[in-house]
């Protein structure tokens, strides 16, 4: 049965055509980017701006209405579908995705949370700078999604977590307060960092509408490998040269296990450019100066020359480095082209990561004789996609459970870049402290008393 009234008042808002009540239309707002789960909405609302952003959230709050953000609809976690709301509104930001400026010499950008992540990275190397955040989603990611997840990617080892390039924050409350802080200042110990509220938080506290970014030099060179070696143990100690010998000129550093690239050749008939081996890493460097490469090289001959690796393939030109990387992204849809995948995104110290494998690897295969390992990841930073090709028996949530208490057990972290959303939320109180949670449970009643920011999401 359709609310008409909020529907009426949702229209009076933003315009009959940014009301979206037929199901068929509704429809890629309402399913996951793997297209494993559907949610039902009363309907998707499209405002155009802050102002009538925060229009809809206090006619929400007014009304007890439940209100789910929605910014790209990427995410792996289903934090943005209303699962079980039938009457709940999903608000796409999807129209509030303006370019504000691009700031050179002060190097950041002003930019709405609609934007696609891809959109923005291209605006800043138009003006020869770089906007870091680089994950596989990023043609459809937007910023506002990005922000709220604090996502990853595979330049975290060098530029850090979305929130290392968050300057400022414009974001709507729950009661439809508009509280801007775009400020582009890089320093600023005035008062609580109110920004970080919001970053990281899934849409629970309020609703992300613009930012302010910082950006980096657009790296004129890049050296890209892909390197074999034995076992996750060499790949530490690799990292740990890489480290000593290539230094902030190291961005990437990703552990791939041999099964990623025999199912890429089975099913994308793509071949790496490597002899078969155990494990492999693909590392990239960029800087300013033409002695990227050669720095590559010989950090490349050290680590064969002392065991650490196999054998090593420089990629010669733009070309064939896009096809390495090609490689690692295709890892994240092989669930799809061979079976039935159960994904941990996971984080442990990295130094522990050899152990972890070998343990978990243990723990999977008593609980679970027959799974299949597809580990892969930005071990660089210590996250690794530890995913499991399992049958139909399984239920997911004991896959889950069994991966989660190794994690636990070491220290880490059961989402290490994707969010909580509602996928991991049990997990997430067997992960996090009884205090931990209390505390999260008050900030949640603190900033939103009537729970209708995107409820069931993370708590």
Not at 16 to 37: G, H, N, Q
Not at 141 to 161: D, P
Not at 163 to 171: A, D, T
Request: glycine share 8%; charged share 20%; with cysteine.
């Amino acid at each position: 049965m359709q609310d008409t009234p909020m529907l009426d008042a949702l229209t009076t808002i933003v315009g009959d055509s940014a009301v979206i009540r037929d199901p068929a239309a509704m429809a890629p707002f309402l399913e996951d980017a793997r297209k494993r789960a559907h949610a039902e909405a009363l309907c998707v609302v499209r405002p155009r701006d802050a102002r009538e952003v925060a229009q809809i959230v206090r006619l929400c709050a007014a009304r007890r209405a439940p209100l789910v953000p929605q910014s790209g609809n990427t995410g792996l976690a289903y934090g943005s579908l209303p699962f079980g709301m039938p009457q709940a509104g999903l608000m796409s930001l999807s129209r509030v995705n303006a370019i504000r400026n691009v700031h050179p010499l002060a190097m950041t950008m002003e930019v709405e949370a609609g934007c696609a992540l891809r959109a923005a990275k291209d605006a800043a190397e138009a003006k020869n700078r770089f906007l870091p955040v680089t994950i596989g989603s990023e043609g459809t990611a937007q910023i506002g999604g990005v922000i709220a997840s604090n996502a990853g990617g595979v330049n975290v080892l060098r530029y850090g977590m979305t929130r290392s390039v968050v300057l400022g924050l414009e974001v709507v409350l729950p009661d439809g307060t508009i509280v801007n802080g775009l400020r582009s200042l890089r320093k600023d110990n005035a008062g609580y960092d109110w920004k970080q509220l919001f970053i990281g938080t899934e849409g629970t506290l309020g609703v992300v509408t613009a930012a302010v970014l910082k950006l980096s030099p657009l790296p004129s060179r890049a050296a890209t490998a892909l390197v074999s070696i034995d076992n996750p143990d060499s790949a530490i100690r690799l990292l740990a040269l890489a480290q000593d010998r290539l230094g902030d000129s190291l961005s990437a550093f990703e552990l791939i296990a041999a099964l990623c690239f025999e199912l890429i050749e089975k099913h994308f008939a793509q071949r790496a450019p490597i002899a078969p081996a155990p494990w492999h890493v693909l590392i990239e460097t960029g800087g300013m100066s033409d002695a990227v490469t050669g720095e590559m090289e010989g950090f490349l001959a050290e680590a064969l020359e002392e065991g650490l690796a196999r054998d090593a393939v420089i990629a010669q030109n733009t070309q064939q480095a896009a096809q390495m990387w090609l490689l690692r992204e295709r890892m994240a849809n092989l669930g799809n082209r061979e079976g039935r995948m159960v994904n941990h995104d996971i984080s442990v110290p990295i130094e522990r990561i050899p152990d972890f494998i070998t343990a978990a690897d243990a723990a999977v295969g008593a609980a679970f004789p027959g799974a299949r390992h597809l580990t892969f990841g930005h071990v660089g930073d210590g996250n690794l996609h530890y995913n499991l090709l399992v049958g139909p028996e399984p239920k997911t949530e004991n896959v889950n459970a069994c991966v989660h208490r190794v994690v636990t057990d070491f220290g880490g972290s059961i989402s290490a870049e994707h969010g909580i959303g509602r996928y991991r939320k049990a997990d997430l109180l067997l992960n996090k402290s009884a205090e931990e949670i209390a505390l999260m449970r008050r900030m949640k009643a603190m900033m939103d008393p009537e729970g209708v920011m995107n409820p069931g999401a993370v708590l």
